[in-house]
């Protein structure tokens, strides 16, 4: 298994442009999630999905969409990059057990907008 | 309002002692906690999880203890090796469904050889 892959690895944009961020997973796993990391505030989520055709908001969603139209794939969309956007981002999924949402993370992507 | 907190940005510890890392939450619907370890450059990696119906949990060299009164858990590592130097993340899932992560800001271990 390849686990949770993220493309790609770097980032750089210019305020104003769009750009997908790719999230896979091949563990069959329900739930899937994207979180950002900035410098002393510790993971933030951003969007996540408890299946197929499912979405929701976190805590910080402004500025990102994501859409899952299969178990495997949860892309995150910027619209338009803000360089408050400037973060390293990460995907993580999990099974729905009993264990506490025991998410498996991806390597991230670390995006620099100018 | 920040419901998961971890109040030591950093913390050094010697070889083969023990690292006591810290985490207080304000929210009782938390049912379960979980430790994240980070490595730079890389993705967390859970590491240990306890829910709020125990009170300690064992796995190897960690332990994690949860007193819910005080609405505290720390994690135990005994003995600590420079392999454990890491940002570590404490999170709490709340109860009710949305099985949605609430994650600390972190602390610095740093375990000096």
């Known amino acids: 298994n390849a686990g949770v892959t993220q493309t790609p690895k770097f980032q750089v944009l210019k305020t104003g442009q769009s750009m997908t961020l790719q999230c896979a997973q091949d563990m069959n796993h329900e739930y899937m999630s994207w979180y950002r990391q900035d410098p002393g505030m510790g993971l933030r989520l951003i969007h996540y999905?408890?299946?197929?055709?499912?979405?929701d908001q976190g805590e910080v969603p402004n500025g990102y969409n994501v859409s899952r139209s299969t178990t495997e794939d949860f892309p995150l969309r910027l619209l338009s990059a803000a360089p408050s956007q400037t973060s390293v981002y990460f995907c993580?999924?999990?099974?729905?057990?009993?264990?506490?949402?025991?998410?498996?993370f991806g390597p991230g992507t670390r995006l620099t907008v100018l | 309002d920040q419901q998961v907190k971890q109040n030591s940005p950093s913390l050094s510890v010697q070889e083969g002692r023990i690292s006591i890392l810290n985490c207080d939450y304000t929210?009782?619907?938390?049912?379960?906690f979980l430790w994240y370890k980070k490595y730079p450059a890389e993705g967390p990696t859970f590491l240990i999880s306890?829910?709020?119906?125990?009170d300690k949990n064992e796995d190897g060299r960690f332990t994690v203890f949860l007193n819910k009164s005080a609405k505290h858990l720390s994690l135990h590592i005994v003995p600590s090796q420079p392999g454990d130097s890491a940002v570590y993340f404490c999170?709490?899932?709340?109860?009710?469904?949305?099985?949605?992560?609430?994650f600390g800001k972190g602390t610095k271990l740093t375990v000096n050889p």
């Open positions: 999905s408890v299946g197929a055709g499912i979405t």
């Open positions: 999170a709490a899932r709340e109860q009710g469904g949305s099985e949605k992560l609430v």
């Open positions: 929210n009782s619907m938390f049912d379960y």
């Open positions: 993580a999924s999990s099974l729905l057990t009993t264990r506490g949402n025991e998410q498996f």
């Open positions: 306890i829910s709020s119906i125990k």
